[in-house]
């Protein structure tokens, strides 16, 4: 039986008489080596395939001789083309592949009527039942954790901000048991960048974005300096617009606005302060204020609906189209069924596929939107001399990616089969429940940001190379692609969707066992590796204004 990940959740792995392999549909001309030593010459495969050299595991295995020119199939796609002859039963990798054009996007027609209704297979038509422990927010949205946050305006005041943030911690968190930490979001920008130019919004609403997270309950306090181009009060909500997912009307931010800004703002050149002792006793005060209001929230049950989970992958390996990225497809699937919100991101592990993914937009609009999104990156790469093809790590050939075109090919498979109902643009928040495609590079810290901006109170990684990758404001759920990754990481892996490759497990038991662990992790009942060891990145701006 042939090992699809498309459209097939009861495939097994095909055993040669030397070893073991993966393909992914009839109609590949490769088949990727599950070996976790990989196989040596000599070995017989499918249809008697002889490996004319050792292949690493991972990687892939001509299953007929090809010509030059000749096209290299893998997931029913052409992923390239043969640079030279290729004798049957040999290794194919980046050397012997000539990486093919992206889809024109001009070319890629909007979705017909019939075709926008995708029906997700094996899962209930009656829905999916489920519940979390979570904090609701006045404005109906739901964190997963109870964090005072700590923003800044600019950089300048970092050294501060770290500072005050190790003094919360020390000195006031055991004071409100309810509070799990004190995060400081510090970042390179509001000062020395042009504050007006078009591209500046996208870091400016970032920032903005991800202090209306969630899982910081309102409770944000934004420390400014006093002279920098970015106005605290720029980060605070405007006159009618979407706060935690939930619309604020206009009249109560009038209301509020003085308020915020007192309660919520605080410069370090004021002149009240004299000297850097009373600059911190002034941010002490202003903490304790929010930490007794962060302090009465207590978890409630919440249903699958109020999940906003962010989809990203990471050091991926040519398992992570197999098993690690459909398993988190399918819990997608599973969480869109239940009411849920999931999105997908990093644009150039969505252009080569974006032909396949068009046809699901809800309508002609979210596809134009979606193509729109691919054609800004190309014109960004071009203006810095760079394509696509950038995007592939010498970790990710390692592992047995070729090239983008075959590493986006297996990427896209964690959206799942759920209809695109939205696309959004970097930095924005999400403003429709479903599956949303939110465009971000794909540089883990910066795709990562943006999807905190975006919303998410929850975060799924699939790995095939293995990263330490993790966030303090969201857990992060650590999924691994293969077994021999779970078992070396055995105490930062959260989750192992290695044995779908042996056929031990199937992508819908999978999908289930990770769909309930999002709602343990969510309800606060398990930690994920990174919380429990206390490993997170810096979060990264994406900034493609031009500095003054």
Known sequence: MNFNTQSDNTQTPLLGAGGLVIKTTPNDNVAIVANPTGLKRGAIVLDGVVLEEDIPMGHKVALKSLDEGDEIIRYGQIIGYANRFIEKGSWINETNINMPQPPKLEDIAPPAPDERAFVTKNIPPSGVRGHFMGYRNPDGSVGTKNILGITTSVQCVAGITNFIENKIRKELLPLYPNVDDVVAFNHSYGCGIAIDAPAAIIPIRTIKHIAQNPNFGGEIMIIGLGCEKLRPERLLPE????????????????NNQSTNNQSSILYLQDEQFEGFYEMVDGIMEMAEKHLKKLNQRKREVCSVADLVVGMQCGGSDAFSGLTGNPVAGFAADLIVKGGGTVFFSEVTEVRDAVHLLVPRCESAEVAQKLKDEMAWYDN??????????????P????????NIVEKALGSVVKSGTSTIVDVVSPGEKVRKKGLNFVATPASDFA???????????????????GTPYGLNMVPVIKVSSNSKLANRWHDLIDFDAGPVAFGQKTI???????????????????KVATDKLGLYNDLVLFNPGPLT
Do not use: P
């Open 239 to 254: 006159n009618g617009e979407l706060v935690n997912g939930g619309l604020v009307s206009n009249t109560q931010l009038t």
């Open 380 to 393: 960004y790469l071009s203006q810095g001399q760079a394509d696509r093809s950038a995007n592939t790590t």
């Open 395 to 402: 970790g990710n050939k390692g592992g047995g990616l070729s």
């Open 447 to 465: 795709c990562g940001t943006l999807q905190l901006a975006a919303g998410m109170n929850m975060h799924v990684f699939i790995t095939g190379r």
């Open 508 to 526: 819908e038991e999978m999908g289930w066992e990770l769909f309930q662990l999002i709602l343990e992790i969510a309800s606060g009942n398990k």
